[in-house]
């Protein structure tokens, strides 16, 4: 189903906004980026126990409800038009993604449950201080055998990293280079060794983390093969759950321009009848249905196996990530002045757009891989 | 309600085309036979040269027609939107006289709907009919008018009341385009073709029974011609290939898909032909260039997200969803990506961009791209006009206040010829 939702799908995504929609209107949103936290546990046991949301790819043998990529889409969708504030990304998506790629049955059968179940939250480390968006950039070495390996080094951009309580971190073997030696670590976040500083950032209602290793036991998860490809596809994956997250927000976006344009009167009539407003939301729709279009493609060709799955996790995310932007800009035009005060919430999602947008690699990043994957293929 | 079983149907064909299908026979003949037997048109009501079923049986039609390589009526053209509109809005006279030339290919029709004042507001019309003792006389020109140079009929519609609203002052005429006082002249466009005509009528003649329903209903009558056209744009696609087969029938086949195809064999290139946008990059040695690889890459990703949102249209369509927001952006992301294509087919040829025929690259195919893409922008209602309809149709945005609502004598327009 690359080009539509069955019914039981529809019914999924009406459940997950229906729950947003009334426990976490943009009221809790602003309440718990204000907090030390970062956000509701309470809604976040609701959003395990009503909704099993936190496995809804995850095998049932894992605690999961076993569905698709598509489904998962679904939710994310929904949630980046509520702009849900909680560690669902870091650990549903990037840390169960890693485990379920890299790591081998056994670890997953020890790991995961406790991500699904929401009790522990996972993340993953493996962005540098420069920023780069390959894990062929990785520094942080690691030496030492299985369990009784350790970790020196530094990471930064660690979504939710100040209180997750299970670190995957990408490290590479002393003396390795490119893709040869990487390898993923569970660390206990109370583990010795381990400095962690929430990052201030324009998006408070995703917090990141820098954290230090200094001889930080670890354990090295699915044999000693170098993790470089897995690592790829599982951030392939994650970048396309992404691009559906970005897809809600530009959605939501988009909604409350025309709703404003509907209402806003100047010289005598609604501003939404001026065609130079109708315009700008009309070209809206249309960058957001192509998104959403690619978005939903890219996640229904994990589900069916593909091999294209690496350029189409750039194509939706550069398509999403324009789309979610320019959305964000035209919705505060539009808004006028008031747009760009602090009461308005259309600031949350701009904040949200403009950290998405780099997240994960820019559009410029994952144009040129597109460009560098089709060349391969041709 | 009757059911129909598709097997039967197929099975009833086939015997039909065994008995029947002669590859010696002239296509006129062949065609007489086939529209007596309501298999030319089997979605067409029993009464009128069909056999009233269902229109999802119509691909296992056409694959029988295929496997018997048996020719079909002529269905391809503006023919068909005249056939469609005479069979719901014409008087059975109508319906005796055009319908079964229209199917033998005996007659060919256009439509003389838009006129120099009047591109995006159709419905501004100013073509006039004024009724005299034998009928209605003709004044006005039409633009834009596809394959008048070779139509016999065409479907006028004129202003027959001044005083009324411009949408309830129009009446919907069938005119012989033979005849003295039309004169048809073909307009070259900017990138050296001519698919579209100016058509002038100067007293032109329209005998009272060529009156399509009643005077006022132009504009309703039009619509169901537009709606056939919005429709037709697949099947054109479709039904626009002629049989590969040897023999005479076949050759006469081909000649009327020529003709009829003619103003429309630049269209491709009006799409911005990004299928050739990777080999051409690679040709010139520009892929290798930084700036140009991001649009290329837009391009590319642009145009396969545009492919899926048009397969979301038609999926919620087969699936009988009501039609989302997906089925009004098509025109719209159409002409983004022409414009799209045409931009980075300039950057890829560099200084040779500059270059058209034979000294062109691709032998002037490249040329032909960037001086027909601007037409996708325009044609079929502009990208002004599908941003309104989408926000307002789609967005519920409010519409623009009117200016045109008083009778049209009075309304604001364009000066014209012939008032």
């Known amino acids: 189903m690359r080009f539509g939702y069955t019914d039981e799908q529809e019914q999924f995504r009406d459940i997950v906004a229906r729950f947003l929609r009334e426990r976490s209107p943009t009221s809790e949103v602003r ?6 936290a970062g956000y509701d546990r309470a809604l976040w046991r609701q959003l395990v126990t009503e909704l099993g949301l936190t496995g809804v790819h995850v095998p049932e043998s894992l605690g999961g409800q076993g569905f698709g990529y598509v489904e998962l889409g679904i939710a994310l969708e929904e949630m980046g038009r509520a702009l849900l504030c909680a560690p669902y990304f870091a650990s549903s998506v990037l840390a169960t993604e890693v485990l379920r790629t890299v790591a081998t049955e056994t670890e997953q ?5 406790a991500l699904v179940s929401g009790e522990k939250l996972g993340t993953l480390a493996w962005v540098e201080r420069g920023g780069q968006w390959d894990v062929a950039a990785t520094t942080l070495t690691a030496h030492g055998q299985g369990e009784a390996c350790r970790l020196d080094g530094h990471k930064k951009f660690v979504l939710d990293g100040h209180h997750a309580d299970l670190l995957l971190v990408v490290a590479r073997t002393r003396g390795s280079v490119g893709d040869a030696g990487l390898g993923v670590y569970a660390v206990d976040a109370e583990a010795v060794g381990i400095t962690r500083r929430q990052l201030a950032t324009i998006d408070s209602t995703r917090r990141q983390a820098e954290i230090t290793f200094s001889d930080t036991p670890a354990r090295r998860l699915g044999g000693t093969e170098s993790a470089a490809v897995k690592l790829r596809q599982s951030l392939d994956r994650a970048t396309i759950a992404l691009a559906c997250e970005m897809v809600g927000g530009a959605r939501a976006l988009l909604d409350s321009a025309v709703g404003y344009a509907k209402l806003r009167m100047q010289f005598g009539r609604p501003i939404g009848s001026f065609q130079a407003i109708k315009h700008k939301c009309a070209e809206m729709l249309l960058e957001v249905e192509l998104a959403s279009s690619a978005a939903r493609y890219a996640a229904a060709a994990i589900d069916d196996n593909d091999s294209e799955v690496p350029a189409l996790a750039s194509l939706a995310k550069a398509m999403a990530g324009d ?11 539009i808004h006028g002045g008031i747009g760009f005060t602090w009461d308005e919430d259309t600031h949350l999602w701009f904040k949200r757009a403009k950290s998405s947008q780099v997240m994960l690699g820019d559009a410029s990043h994952h144009r040129e891989r597109y460009m560098a994957l089709t060349e391969a293929s041709a | 309600m009757i059911t129909h079983d598709e097997a039967e149907v197929r099975a009833e064909l086939r015997d039909w085309l065994r008995a029947h299908w002669d590859v010696n026979r002239s296509l006129v003949a062949w065609r007489n036979l086939l529209v007596d037997s309501g298999w030319g048109m089997p979605h067409w009501p029993r009464a009128w040269h069909g056999r009233s079923l269902p229109m999802a049986l119509l691909p296992a039609v056409e694959e029988e027609f295929e496997a018997a390589q048996a020719v079909g009526v002529a269905r ?75 139509a ?82 697949d099947a054109l696609r479709r039904w626009g290939h002629a049989s590969p087969y040897a023999g005479a029938i076949y050759d006469q086949e081909r000649a009327e898909i020529a003709t009829v195809m003619e103003p429309y064999k630049w269209y491709p290139q009006r799409a911005g032909r990004v299928d050739l946008i990777m080999s051409r990059a690679r040709e010139t040695g520009r892929l290798a260039d930084p700036a140009l690889r991001q649009d290329i890459a837009r391009l590319m990703m642009l145009s396969r997200s545009a492919e899926w949102l048009a397969h979301r249209a038609r999926q919620a369509k087969v699936a009988g969803k009501p039609e989302g927001p997906e089925g009004s952006l098509g025109k719209l992301v159409a002409s983004h990506v022409a414009r799209a294509a045409s931009h980075v087919h300039t950057l890829i040829s560099g200084a040779d961009a500059m270059l ?54 009075d309304v604001p327009r364009n000066p014209t010829r012939g008032r």
């Not at chain 2, 012989?176 to 050296?192: I, S, W």
Request: proline fraction near 5%.
């Open chain 1, 323 to 333: 789309a979610y932007m320019h959305a964000a800009i035209e919705c505060i035009q």
């Open chain 1, 109 to 113: 059968a020890m790991l995961l449950p």
């Open chain 1, 31 to 36: 309440k718990h980026m204000a907090s030390d």
């Open chain 2, 356 to 409: 058209a025929g034979a000294d062109g690259p691709h032998d002037g195919l490249i040329a032909e791209i960037l001086l027909s893409v601007p037409a996708t922008s325009i044609a079929g209602g502009t990208d002004e006009i599908q941003r309104n309809i989408i926000g307002e149709r789609v967005l519920d945005l409010p519409r623009e206040p009117r200016m045109d609502t008083g009778p049209f004598r």
């Open chain 2, 152 to 233: 016999d009929w065409g479907l006028l519609l004129a202003r027959t009341d001044w005083d009324a609203p411009k949408h309830s002052g129009m009446s919907y005429f069938i005119i012989d385009m033979t005849q003295p006082g039309v004169e048809v002249q073909p307009l070259k466009q900017m990138n050296g073709h001519a698919s579209f005509n100016q058509v002038f009528f100067t007293d032109a003649k329209v005998p009272a029974e060529n009156l399509v329903g009643k005077t006022g209903d132009g504009w309703k009558i039009a619509m169901t011609t537009l709606a056939h056209e919005r429709r037709n744009a």
């Open chain 2, 76 to 150: 391809i053209g503006i023919r068909l939107l005249a056939a469609a509109t005479l069979l719901e809005h014409g008087s059975n006279a109508h319906k005796a006289r055009f319908l079964r030339r229209i199917l033998t290919g005996e007659d060919t029709w256009c439509q003389l709907f838009s006129e120099p004042g009047s591109g995006s507001d159709l419905a501004g019309a100013t073509t006039r009919a004024h009724s005299d003792s034998d009928g209605w006389v003709i004044n006005g020109q039409k633009l834009w008018t596809t394959s008048a140079h070779h």
